[in-house]
């Protein structure tokens, strides 16, 4: 015989214990959002930037809530169907949302929700190791021309996602078909780089970040970047686009609010996160992290999305993605 | 390299260093003993004192929580078969049997053996070798890992009772499946989510393992003691905690165990696309494949090599990722990934280098950690006693308790109600299976490995532009696909010669 009813007393228990760990209260000055768990990358900006905002007394309180599931959708649902409670909540976020909500992973897009401003940014890069045959991106493209196998490109994420794209990109503007290059996909930024440094692949397409500390402890060379001018941090390291190539591609970090917010309640936001920039607190937590300060207002960054949201679609067209 | 060992010496044994190791360890041993969180958890946890330390200290105090997190760990995987994290899973297997026996305290002692063991073999090998063994985190590509994951599957025979092969088979075969659920790592496709949101990250391996572990087994419990009201009116007496001391032949019994885990646990932490996990399921399968057919019954009822294996392995391993770390710069997990961020924010980049740049720091970690595992064994061993003590708890209090432990355990490493949900779905399939006779274990193993496999065969047959050769040409690919097919032909080898004697003596006895 099986003691059901002592069976459902314990699951009862222990799930209304549970229950009332995950309510959270709203009550707070500003409300971070986080679509993934801690230690990832957006639970490090929303922290940083709640830290910073906090310590300089922008805001009276900061209180952060991790919400992960459907690779960040599930905190998007949450943010449009919980709207109404939701005036103090900024949501922290990045490119993949634009890429997502092509691919259809996100049934929403950024136009669900309200823009508030992008703070910071990285770069793409194409780095080879510090041994390899490969000294300019031209010599790249010339072995590509004649045999595209022969060029093989690693990635931290899964094809179709931003390591892939700004690899494809680069090669689409060289005038060459980017379907035939030689994606290979590691689940982790460090395990692609691994990749690189063991030899299975001649090419790394990552964050200008993890490539500059790469490269100073002299194991990878930079073959480009994809900033509009060069950056000050690498200065010898050229751009696609004084090449010839026209590959401009930022990878951003922002923030959304929930919809139907006031324009007065998104310009407040953007303007205490713009008023962020001058504080030690935020170059102290800036400097901490090696992120690049990359601006957005409010007004620009919804014209902002549209045009990479253009740009990244057209470039998944092409590449079958879409 | 002396001189920056010494210097590096003179700054771990600093009193400031010392305190903390000792405070590294102990966050990191209770943290560790808490089911589901595990080291990411605990050194998450700390980040925010280290800021205002200096970088020895700081990663001193860090490293001691992440080793200090999977030594603890083991106590609640023997205790209450909840995993603390990970890389204890597999020291369920055969701790928990151990303790159910009334050896609790035994077994979380012969656990802290192996564990310091398995560390301070770890700690000596870094100390060495670090700088030589950057080139062995290299000399891994996809390819080899590949092979490697399908040495690992062989171990599956290791995970199969008498006459329950083909149910150990099926359980493999639906890890594997449970594998591929969510987005496809390579291509970024969804799989297996029929358009539901929470399964486009795929299932967790913890979730699983506590589900399927400690959550089945104390609804099991729950469901038997009803059944004999005499039977669960004896339950209520106090557990025996037993004796903690091991004889001799005990000992002797898990002595090379523990030695030859240790290095095997130490290598593949080395390798920046394996880990603590990996190293602790590989540890146990090699134990059993090499083990005789006398040992072999004992595996997953308790047996003291099936407990030292994977305990010396996942410490050793832990050990065993600071070498891509600090002298690649290229965390492995997510917890080195977290580790290296602190190194940034100290404005140190780890490389080839960094044993010259920073001898003081790159050397005082590593002697630190030889300290740590001191401070552990003297730590965790007069706690035994004491924490053997949960089994007295009478069970309708401790029951609630360990699936609330277990549940918010999974609950706070991924901030997603819906995993609760699907872990109670999980547990109530694993019951099904578990009444009849099916082993867990094994689904465990195919679903740890099947991610790691399909992702590296892809990339290897990607990167040889779609040809095979690579299982060939590769000496280290081909090495791990021998071993294989020798583990997988011993039996049908062994059983050819034993029917060739068999004949043999026939015809001898004919002509005599």
Known sequence: ?322 | MLDGILSGLGTAIMPMNLLMVLTGCFVGTFIGMLPGLGPITAIALMIPITYGLDPSSGLILMAGVYYGAIFGASSSSILINAPGCSATVVTTFDGYPMAKRGHAGKALAIAAYASFTGGTLGAIMLLIAAPLLAKVSLSFQSADYFALMVLGLSAVAAFAGKGQVAKALMMTVLGLMLATVGTDRSEGVERFTFGQMDLVDGFSFLLLAMATFALAETLMSIMQGGSNEAQSGKELEPVELGSMKLTLAEVKEMAPTTLRSSILGFFVGVLPGAGATIASFLAYGAERNIANDEQKKEFGKGSIRGLAAPEAANNAASTGSFVPLLTLGIPGSGTTAILLGALLSYGIQPGPQMYVEYPDLFWSIIISMYFGNVVLLILNLPLIPYLAKVLNIPRPYLIPMILLFSITGVYLVSFNSMDILIMVAVCVAAMVLRILQFPMAPMLLGFILGGMLEDNLRRALLISDGSLSFIWERPITLSFILITAMILLSPVIRMLLVRYKASNERVAAKHS
């Not at chain 1, 900033?227 to 990878?251: C, H, I, Q, W, Y």
């Open chain 1, 1 to 322: 015989m099986f003691k059901a009813h002592k069976l459902i007393k314990a699951l009862v228990t222990t799930g209304l214990v549970v229950a009332s760990l995950s309510s959270t209260s709203f009550a707070q000055e500003v409300h971070f959002l986080i679509p993934g768990g801690a230690g990832g990358g957006w639970d490090g900006t929303a922290r940083g930037t709640g830290e910073a905002l906090m310590k300089s007394g922008k805001v009276e309180k900061a209180s952060f809530q991790n919400m992960s599931g459907g690779g960040g959708g599930k905190a998007i649902a949450h943010l449009i169907e919980t709207a109404k409670t939701q005036e103090d909540t900024l949501m922290v976020n990045s490119t993949p949302i634009v890429v997502r909500s092509l691919t259809g992973v996100f049934p929403q897009s950024f136009r669900d929700l309200t823009p508030v401003a992008a703070t910071i940014a990285d770069y793409g890069a194409l780095i080879v190791r510090s041994d390899s045959k490969y000294t300019h991106w031209e010599q790249v493209v010339a072995d590509f021309k004649a045999d595209s196998n022969s060029v093989k490109v690693a990635g931290g994420s899964a094809r179709g996602s931003l390591d892939h794209l700004v690899a494809a990109a680069a090669i689409k503007n060289e005038g060459l078909d980017p379907m035939k290059l030689r994606y290979v996909a590691y689940d982790a930024g460090g395990k692609a780089m691994a990749g690189l440094l063991s030899g299975e692949t001649a090419l790394l397409s990552t964050g200008l970040g993890e490539a500059l500390e790469m490269s100073k402890s002299e194991q990878v060379r930079i073959l480009a970047i994809t900033a509009e001018e060069r950056v000050s941090d690498a200065p010898d390291v050229p751009t696609l686009k004084e090449m010839g190539n026209d590959t401009v591609f930022a990878n951003w970090r922002g923030f959304f609010a929930a919809p139907g917010i006031s324009d007065e309640k998104r310009d407040e936001f953007s303007a205490l996160l713009e008023s962020m920039y001058d504080t030690p607190e935020w170059e102290v937590v800036r400097a901490r992290n090696g992120w690049v300060n990359n601006f957005v207002p409010a007004d620009q960054f919804y014209s902002f999305l549209e045009n990479q949201e253009k740009v990244v679609g057209e470039l998944m067209k092409e590449l079958g993605f879409l």
